[in-house]
């Protein structure tokens, strides 16, 4: 794994929305999201998801309270649980085959460039399924990515971005997380985590994130020694 030494300090001063004038933030870790921070993969999610409530009487209307939440935690909370196993292979199966208008949503190669070895992905997707919606967006991975197959509890639960924080050797303190949903943004607050959140989610305004922005491209994302600089443009 990548190992962070002889790293500055990280810098305890944000940008603040409320405040509304320039400032700058350094870290020594990114933690990004994927689905609708790196990538837009709505068009193909709601198609997937809607062929999947109907095959499974399920009414889609009611799923948008997991938004960011692993498949298997959504699908467990809508159908019995000898139904589970079965339903999410089938959900698996639609999504890895639906990759049409997957693209990579503004500033992500960017930020993705600038953390280099000091940023990770942190999901709820399956590992297949996000291997396969960076490369439609044609997007790198970093070397460091946490899915929904190497946790037992996702979020809004912090162990996912604790894992990346351990993988990448930086205390939590030292990361900062860039989320669009709510479980992210309240899996940073309980890992400790500073955090961005970005505005695909229009839930996304009214969460308690350190800065809210409507793309990543509003900031500018400045590799240092020891870490990344971020600044609102």
Known sequence: MPL????PAASCVLLDRRLGYRRTMFVRALLLDLDGTLVDSTPA????WRRWCGEHGVDPTGLADFHGLRSADAVAAVLPPERVGPALERLDELELADLDDVVAL????EVLAAGGDRAAIVTSAGRAL???RLAAAGLRPPRVMVTADDVARGKPDPEPHLAAARLLDVPAEDC???????????AARAAGMRSVGVGTNPDVGALPA????STLAELRWLPRDGGVEVVRR
């Not at 999610?45 to 997937?48: E, G, I, M, Y």
């Not at 503004?106 to 190669?109: D, E, F, L, R, V």
């Not at 997380?177 to 992210?184: I, L, T």
């Not at 350190?210 to 922005?213: A, F, P």
Request: aromatic share 0%; proline share 3%.
């Open 4 to 7: 962070v030494t002889a790293a």
């Open 106 to 109: 503004p500033g992500a190669a």
């Open 176 to 186: 900062l997380v860039v989320e669009d949903a709510a479980a992210g943004v309240a």
């Open 130 to 132: 996000a291997g396969k």
């Open 210 to 213: 350190d800065l809210v922005v």
């Open 45 to 48: 999610v709601d198609r997937c």
